[in-house]
């Protein structure tokens, strides 16, 4: 059964505490992307990667960091220095060349204690 | 730059047709993507445009006209599952670039 799983649904992070958000996909897609979302914001870019062990930053990358070691996996880590990062989360990903459509994860909502 | 306007937020009434409208300036294009979001839950995809004319699929039709830079989404037999958001998105060109997204639009459908 194909898809893409993030986790955990629902994440409390304390002030000054880094946090990261699983997500992992076995489609065999080779671009994968996170979104924030915020009431009344739409989605708005984070960072995204084309391919294994590359990635760039999109619209609002301070504050986060991710990684591409695998291609299945894009894990998204929240730092300290992201100073407001109550918000919903998605991770995407799409098959690439050429095949542009983006299939979303069921999304991880980050609170701060 | 790039930027997709599409309403804030619609009202429709059960049973009857609403055609939600996207405009878009980008920097290229290689095709228009309409998904929707219930409240709190992932996008899912709709449609998929990428030539002039109407796209067909159930209840819901997408049109695209790349001259005007306009698109529109048609919702036919509305149901009351079908208030959700409606998210306009646009392909700026191919080989993996981030499609760039409308704010969405809110649907509400009411008895």
């Known amino acids: 059964d194909g898809g893409i799983t993030q986790s955990p649904k629902y994440l409390f992070r304390k002030e000054g505490q880094n946090v990261t958000l699983s997500c992992e996909q076995n489609l065999n897609h080779d671009a994968m992307y996170w979104y924030r979302q915020d009431p009344g914001q739409g989605l708005r870019l984070i960072y995204y990667s084309q391919i294994v062990n590359d990635f760039q930053k999109g619209d609002i990358a301070e504050g986060y960091s991710v990684s591409r070691e695998k291609k299945e996996s894009f894990p998204l880590t929240v730092t300290s220095a992201q100073k407001n990062p109550t918000a919903f989360y998605l991770c995407?990903?799409?098959?690439?060349?050429?095949?542009?459509?983006?299939?979303f994860g069921p999304g991880t909502r980050l609170l701060v204690l | 730059g790039q930027n997709i306007d599409q309403p804030t937020e619609m009202t429709a009434t059960e049973g009857a047709i609403v055609q939600i409208n996207c405009t878009y300036q980008t920097s290229g294009f290689n095709g228009l993507f309409w998904y929707q979001q219930h409240a709190g839950e992932a996008p899912t995809f709709l449609s998929y445009n990428v030539l002039d004319g109407l796209e067909e699929k159930g209840r819901f039709s997408s049109f695209l006209s790349r001259s005007k830079g306009y698109s529109y989404l048609l919702l036919k037999e509305l149901q009351m599952k079908d208030s959700a958001s409606y998210l306009c998105a646009v392909s700026p060109n191919s080989g993996n670039t981030p499609l760039v997204f409308g704010k969405g639009t809110r649907l509400s459908v009411i008895a």
């Open positions: 995407a990903s799409s098959m690439g060349r050429g095949q542009e459509t983006q299939y």
